[in-house]
């Protein structure tokens, strides 16, 4: 079965770095598009970041544009969050998804597979 697991969340202060990463398995993972979603406390789950299959494409939300950096490793069946410059806003369980088509959506609908998340937390 696919699954998807994070890792690499922690308490950070702000200003400071962190790389989560979310190592597949179960599927042809350069096939699936794959995408960084996040979801703080009291408010709904918002898309970070995506990557295409191929890692030759790349969209952020304008909230984390210049700050943060997607990347993946197909031979290795990972992809990888670079954060940087982190605010307190940033605090939020931060979970991978992926999609089977080669367009990155905003919508988490059409991702079909999910990890459980790793929290991150960035004191105010």
């Known amino acids: 079965q696919v699954q998807l697991v994070e890792s690499g969340g922690a308490l950070v202060q702000a200003g400071g770095s962190l790389r989560l990463s979310c190592a597949a398995s179960?599927?042809?993972?350069?096939?699936?598009?794959m995408a960084w979603f996040r979801q703080a406390p009291g408010k709904e789950r918002e898309f970070v970041t995506g990557?295409?299959?191929?890692?030759?494409?790349?969209y952020y939300a304008d909230s984390v544009k210049g700050r943060f950096t997607i990347s993946r490793d197909n031979t290795k069946n990972t992809v990888y969050l670079q954060m940087s410059s982190l605010k307190a806003e940033d605090t939020a369980l931060y979970s991978c998804?992926?999609?089977?088509?080669?367009?990155?959506?905003?919508?988490?609908?059409?991702?079909?597979?999910w990890g459980q998340g790793t929290q991150v937390t960035v004191p105010s």
């Open positions: 179960g599927l042809t993972f350069s096939s699936y598009t």
């Open positions: 998804a992926a999609g089977p088509t080669p367009t990155i959506f905003y919508s988490s609908r059409r991702y079909d597979y």
């Open positions: 990557i295409s299959g191929s890692g030759r494409s790349t």
